[in-house]
Each structure stands twice: as C-alpha cells, then as structure tokens.
C-alpha cells in the first residue's frame, strides 16, 4: 500500500533563517505530488505541484520554493523565512490518472519567531 | 477563476442527530471529493465522486454529485463523538494535472 511521510512533524523557526521541509511518498511510481499550506486550521491553499522529476509549477508567488530531486521526494524550502511563513504545510500525492484522489500527509506545524 | 462556497461554516450539533453540508461552485467540476480533518492532522478521503446525479456511501456518511455538476452535499447520519472535526469538499474541473480546488471547510462540534 501507498504511504506518505513529511517531517518534521513541528518546526519553530527565527524570522531570516532557511528553511527545509520533506516529504516521500512509498508504494508508488512517478506520483504527482503537491504542498498546500493551511492558515488558522481552515481552507487549503495551493503553493506547489509536480507532475515529475525535476517539474515544478508555483500557484502563488511567495518567499518559498519547491524541488523534486527524486521520483517520490518533494522538498519545500525557503532562503530567508517571513513571519507570514508561519502555519500549517501539507504534503500530499495522486497517481496520474485523471481524477484520482489526492491523499494527504499529517503535516508539519511551523512557526516563525 | 474557480471557486467553491462551502456552508454551513460551523455547526454544534447533538449526539444521534443528523448532519447536512454542501458545497457550491461557480464552474462546472468533474470530480468532488470529502475529506474530514482531525486537529493537528492531515485530511483524509471520506467520499470520491465521478458521476453528475452519483450517490455514494460510507457508513453513515453519503454524498451527492449534483446533476448541474456545480454542487454537492455530505450527509452524516446519527452522529458520534468521534465525529468532531473539519470537513472539506473539494473539487476539481478540466485542468488534467490534478489540481483541487477546495471549500473552506465546514467545523463540527458534537456534544456527547
């Protein structure tokens, strides 16, 4: 069966510092995978997508970037870290059939001091 | 571009009662999907829909593909505890790269 792991599971993190955070997905092959980040526990906003190796399409222009080094590794990154950064990142994958369901990661809970 | 209004926003309910949520939409979707959402967790898959008029189960979850294609609904019947959590619908139109689009999600409280 599929599974996906982020971590960490809780990040605390000083404004200007860079950040990585990870993802993998096991059980599948070339997925789609996707960061969403999630404010005050309510609405899901698309940040990034990759439909496979080394692919990336930003949604939302913003302090943070995206890489695929790896079939199933999807990494999230950012230089130099904002307050507004804070909040709650999902990773998640599909197969790449049309229509399949996107199935999530428990996320990880960053906050910047 | 598309959007999706989800209502109600929150909902205090009873234990053993009912529950109705819907989602509207402003464009025409070709899948809808209900996740529920546990605090500090990830949401996970309730119901898939495909089908324009399709009713599916889960339990004591159902969900409709409405036949205008722009909506949906989630039913829980007789509530439980366990229940508590954030739901979400989300849908998606005829970009082929998977992209949802989701409703702000719809909090629900059960009192035992």
């Known amino acids: 069966s599929q599974t996906i792991h982020q971590w960490p599971a809780t990040l605390v993190q000083p404004v200007g510092s860079p950040l990585s955070l990870e993802c993998t997905v096991e059980?599948?092959?070339?997925?789609?995978l996707y960061w969403y980040r999630q404010a005050a526990g309510r609405g899901l906003q698309l940040l990034f997508y990759?439909?496979?190796?080394?692919?990336i399409s930003s949604e939302v222009p913003q302090n943070l970037s995206a890489s695929r080094p790896q079939d199933r590794q999807f990494i999230l990154s950012s230089k130099k870290l904002l307050l507004s950064d804070s909040g709650f990142y999902l990773c998640?994958?599909?197969?790449?059939?049309?229509?399949?369901?996107?199935?999530f990661g428990n996320g990880t809970r960053l906050t910047v001091t | 571009g598309q959007q999706l209004n989800q209502s109600p926003q929150s909902m205090f309910i009873q234990e053993g009662e009912d529950v109705s949520m819907n989602c509207t939409s402003s464009s025409i979707f070709n899948t809808w999907l209900w996740y529920k959402q546990d605090p500090g967790e990830g949401p996970v898959l309730l119901i898939a829909l495909y089908k324009a008029g399709e009713l599916t189960s889960n339990g004591r979850l159902t969900a409709q593909f409405g036949i205008t294609r722009k909506d949906s609904f989630l039913n829980i019947s007789a509530s439980i505890p366990s229940d508590v959590g954030i739901y979400f619908c989300?849908?998606?139109?005829?970009?082929?790269?998977?992209?949802?689009?989701f409703g702000q999600g719809t909090t629900l409280q059960v009192k035992p």
């Open positions: 989300a849908g998606r139109g005829s970009s082929n790269t998977g992209k949802l689009i």
């Open positions: 059980g599948t092959s070339n997925p789609n």
């Open positions: 990759s439909v496979g190796i080394g692919q």
């Open positions: 998640a994958w599909s197969v790449t059939v049309y229509n399949s369901p996107l199935h």
